[in-house]
């Protein structure tokens, strides 16, 4: 993609996993980058370890709220937005059993606010910033939300692809385009350490059976699809949900 100043990358979710890998991987190849998150010294940790630090702003934020939002259409300022790459989220509490009413309505809530809501609030009040014709929206689901492995997570990241391909709708006569990025088993993200599912590390050998390929996925195998999506060679493709799982999903 070529950048066009000023204008700036916004990841939501950019310092820690695959939010953060993204988020280094534009500013390599020239883009001013916005990264977003809840925590400032992770956001820090990325802005520093960036091959252009100057290039890189960070805002705290939590995308799940109104005021988030506001806070994330600050930052940007009066730039226009070439980029949105919406990596927030993960599997919290809600996988757990819920037996009562209320267990329920929580589980099924803090699903979606953390997976969905921290998609659609940014995404759509950045709209109108987007860059015509060279916008690019790119948002992070997963198998689970192909496959229903998941419980409420599942529902909820079947829901972000839903809302990306009804994004691509509304914004493709503008030029822009909307995806969504479904990654499989991906080491070295946190992911299964935050929801207490252990060590990702023990579950390696048999996510490596569950693919194709015989190995399970890196950051950097998410990112090369984000970049791809991300830039002017994928200006024709839109409302698409893209498996990167080494054909996990085929084998369900």
Known sequence: ????????????????????????????????????????EPLE?????????????????????????????????????QGIVAAAGGQ?????????????????????RVNLLTVVLPVEILLPRMLDTRGRVVLIGSTAGLDGAGGPYATAKA?????????????????????????????????????????????IPAAAERTLVGRVGQPRDVTAGARWLLSEDAGWVTGQTVAIDGGTVMLR
């Open 1 to 40: 993609m070529t950048y066009h100043s000023p204008s700036v990358v916004v990841v939501i979710g950019g310092g820690t996993g695959m939010g953060r890998d993204i988020a280094l991987d534009q500013v390599a190849l020239g883009a001013d980058v916005l990264l977003v998150g809840r925590r400032e």
């Open 45 to 81: 940790q990325t802005r520093r370890s960036s091959s252009a630090p100057e290039r890189v702003t960070t805002i705290v934020a939590d995308a799940s709220t109104a005021e988030g939002a506001d806070a994330i259409l600050a930052a940007v300022g009066d730039r226009r937005v």
């Open 92 to 112: 919290g509490d809600f996988y757990r059993p819920a037996n009562t009413a209320s267990d329920i309505q929580t589980a099924w809530s803090d699903a979606l």
């Open 159 to 203: 829901a972000v692809a839903g809302y990306g391909r009804e994004l691509a709708t509304r914004v493709g006569k503008r030029g822009i385009t909307a995806n969504t990025i479904a990654p499989g088993f991906v080491t070295d993200t946190g992911f299964f350490e935050a929801a207490s599912f252990g060590d990702s590390a023990a579950m």
